[in-house]
């Protein structure tokens, strides 16, 4: 594709922060040059060298570089919308030109940033399939214009599409199942009283209720030691003789309003809407995000209940979907729904996406347990009874907690594990504290295996694994020492064809 005298626009100046933070990024890379540089400083001036004045120009000549080199990058950055296509030039000292197409979009994501809202303006990422460069980022645009892009990108595209989808539909005869009501559109939002919840059951209200309490701690203890009087004292009787039930209740809600702030940083006016085969995720407080979602890029389902989500019956819903990046592709896990009643489960999935809730899910028996216990306990034991002897006690009586602790862990996974195996479907659960249930498609199966020692052929007990079709290696699943006709039973089913 070839431009005849393009008239290019450029950025807002305000990008020049995006470039500013991107030059930063980009130059950690080169942060193990850091000591070796003060080291050849500290040798060269020996102890002349003030170091609070040195690290002062050190930053101010670090931002001024940072600063030139963000402004050089926004001058050299333009781009152009045509009637089916968006050019982009770029570079500072190696100059490229990009032209993205319709064919090659996968998504379109929008950021608004804290300058964005001053400057009424928005920053779009565009994600397109291959090259080295597999995202563009348009910084600080209007509104007019990403909304310009938008439809160039999108409406293109779904004319493409369709008339792919048409061309197969006659091939194949499949008229009533390929026929998709683009206005159709389903919506839900996430309300306070939802995020309060959220904030309650999350890991990181634990997190901060620990580290108040230590802190606490340790600022009493400062108290006592610089305090010239008794403060205890000086505290009213009702306070001295309910101090412990007092201070859990004052760290409960401090910890309590500090995860509700951080949620509400990072879900505040969270909205799911679908719209085709398109879905789109609204949120943030200072930085709106707005990611869309291709149906046919979804890799997993993955249901996910905390321990204090569990005790409740609450859920987080999330979906790993793939973009390409480079030479090879990339998975992203994207939350769908942060906090779901487990009733609620089915239809959510039912409506957003293409996957479903089976019934009971298969148990594991009880010669799976002696696999699950065995080694595990041997390897702690081992651990175990070295540290018994050789440590000095009282802390050697700990080390019997180890094969315990071992132990509790393999029966509450031994528990937690469990599978179905469905027409296109399969179920796949295990955890120990955290249970995760993941819902794989047929078609996204990438390989699978099944695993069978000596040992394990006479009790009919067998190990499988399934990876999903990514480039991730974080996304295999296994199912360890079940029946040796359930795991024949899923590897047979990794194995036919989709109907």
Known sequence: MMMSEPRLSRLHPISIIYFVVKSLKESYSYSWTVPIILLFIRK?????????WFFVVAILILAAVLLTVGILRWKSFMYQVNSDSIYIKSGIFVKKERWITPERLQSIDSTIRTYDRIFKTITLTLEVAGGEDSSVVLSCITQEEAERIRSVLVSNHAQTESIETTSEVKGEQFTQNAVHDQAEESFIQI???DLIIHSMLSPKFGVIFFLLLGLGFKL???IEEKAEIDVVSLMPQWIISNW???SIGLLLVLSGILSFLLTLIGDYQFKLRMQGDEMYIERGLFEKKKTSIPQKRIQSVLIIQKP???LFGYVCVRVIFVRSSGKKDSDKTVVLHPILRIAEVPAFLETYTSYHVGSELKQLNRKSLRYYLLMPLIISLVICIPLFIFVPKPYGWFAPLIPIWTV?????EYKLTGWRVEENQLTIQNGVLTRRVALIHKDRVQWS???????????EIASFKVAIASASDNLKLSLSYIPMQDAEQAMEWTQRKRK
């Open 44 to 52: 060269s001036f020996d102890k002349d060298l003030n170091i609070v």
């Open 408 to 412: 509790i862990v393999r029966i509450l």
């Open 449 to 459: 295996r099944l695993t069978q020692t000596i040992f394990q052929q006479k009790r």
């Open 244 to 246: 412990i039930v007092l």
């Open 308 to 310: 204090l989500q569990r």
């Open 191 to 193: 309300h306070t009283r």
């Open 220 to 222: 009493w203890r400062r």
